[in-house]
């Protein structure tokens, strides 16, 4: 089934500890985003990437970081977690180049705890 | 940049009655809404778009206006069913980089 995954569905984590949200897309989109969605906040765009082999800041960066080495998979990487990324992470993919006309399709999301 | 919200966190309706809600943004120059909706435990869903240059677009059950001179925006859904029970978000492209701003969304709910 053409989509979006994301793995782990949850985790527990212990501050200080590295973790890493996988993210994979079969849709051949070219870009890809990372979101964190928080109470009373909505959506808020960490990184994102226009196309396989450039990423680019959101509105929340700090404490994370991206790859994309293809066109697929967007790995989104916490290097010391804390407490205040306690969230439920979303990825999700576009067509186009990232462009904000193109609709964005989300995948169901890991709920993340720092304990 | 961009900044968007919606008018009320909570709605309220009786199941086959219509729902409107509601969204501003900030930037005149906005020029692509997007409205998302998102059930319990998931992902947000695409619902509907609308470009500046149209006031009006309708999908399935689904209309979404917008008036450009208050810079508001609206999503009504016909005869709303239990199914439509979810937090609705409209979005608009910001900054440079057209990155998707969302507002902080409605919760919808639909009684029985």
């Known amino acids: 089934i053409a989509g979006i995954t994301q793995a782990p569905t949850s985790q527990i984590l212990a501050a200080g500890r590295r973790m890493t949200l996988r993210c994979t897309q079969d849709?051949?989109?070219?870009?890809m985003y990372w979101y964190r969605q928080d109470l009373g906040l909505g959506l808020r765009l960490i990184h994102y990437?226009?196309?396989?082999?450039?990423?680019g800041k959101g509105e929340v960066p700090d404490g994370y970081s991206v790859s994309r080495a293809n066109t697929d998979d967007f790995p989104l990487t916490l290097a010391s977690a804390v407490p205040s990324q306690t969230s439920v992470y979303f990825c999700?993919?576009?067509?186009?180049?990232?462009?904000?006309?193109?609709?964005?399709?989300f995948g169901p999301g890991t709920r993340l705890t720092v304990l | 940049g961009e900044s968007v919200g919606l008018h009320l966190p909570t709605l309220s309706v009786q199941e086959g009655d219509n729902s409107i809600i509601n969204c501003a943004y900030s930037?005149?120059?906005?020029?692509?809404f997007i409205w998302y909706k998102q059930e319990s435990g998931k992902g947000p869903q695409f619902i509907i778009d609308i470009r500046s240059n149209m006031d009006k677009r309708q999908g399935q059950r689904v209309t979404v206006l917008l008036n450009k001179t208050v810079k508001h925006l609206s999503l009504q859904i016909a005869a709303t069913q239990p199914g439509d029970s979810a937090v609705y978000f409209c979005a608009a492209p910001s900054g440079s980089a057209r990155q998707l701003t969302f507002g902080s969304g409605t919760q919808l709910t639909v009684l029985p």
């Open positions: 990437s226009n196309t396989a082999g450039t990423t």
């Open positions: 930037n005149s120059a906005s020029d692509y």
């Open positions: 849709m051949r989109h070219n870009a």
């Open positions: 999700a993919s576009s067509p186009g180049g990232g462009s904000g006309t193109d609709t964005q399709y």
